[in-house]
């Protein structure tokens, strides 16, 4: 992933940094050492704080759309609901909502540019 980012934005006149949370994984020696050779800042997100992470706000979101209040006698019926809820963000019915729920307006950075995998 690295070194996708780092084609993509090699020519980039502004430092590219990467945000992550904090799994394992992420703070291994091998990832760091990747990121310090290409001159990508790693940034990670405090512990403990769900709302800063994107994919949190997005299961936070299909449970509240899916499984709210509702009991599911049959484990298909339980499934079948989380892929309806999954095709309303693929049919973008719920684009105006999670745009809303997914922006990355709630802190700004100057002379900062984004990265949308």
Not at 62 to 70: G, I, P, Q, R, Y
Not at 83 to 92: A, E, F, P, T
Request: one cysteine or more; a positive charge; glycine letters at 2%.
């Amino acid at each position: 992933m690295l070194e996708k980012i780092y084609n993509k934005h090699k020519n980039a006149t502004i430092p590219v940094s990467v945000f992550l949370d904090n799994a394992r994984y992420q703070h291994c020696k091998a990832v760091k050492e990747k990121a310090k050779e290409l001159g990508i800042e790693l940034m990670f997100l405090p512990s403990y704080s769900p709302n800063l992470n994107l994919i949190e706000r997005l299961w936070k979101w299909l449970k509240k759309d899916c499984l709210n209040c509702k009991y599911y006698d049959e484990f298909e019926k339980f499934t079948k609901s989380i892929d309806n809820s999954l095709n309303k963000i693929s049919n973008g019915q719920v684009k105006d909502e999670l745009n809303s729920l997914l922006s990355l307006n709630f802190q700004s950075f100057n002379k900062a540019y984004y990265y949308r995998a």
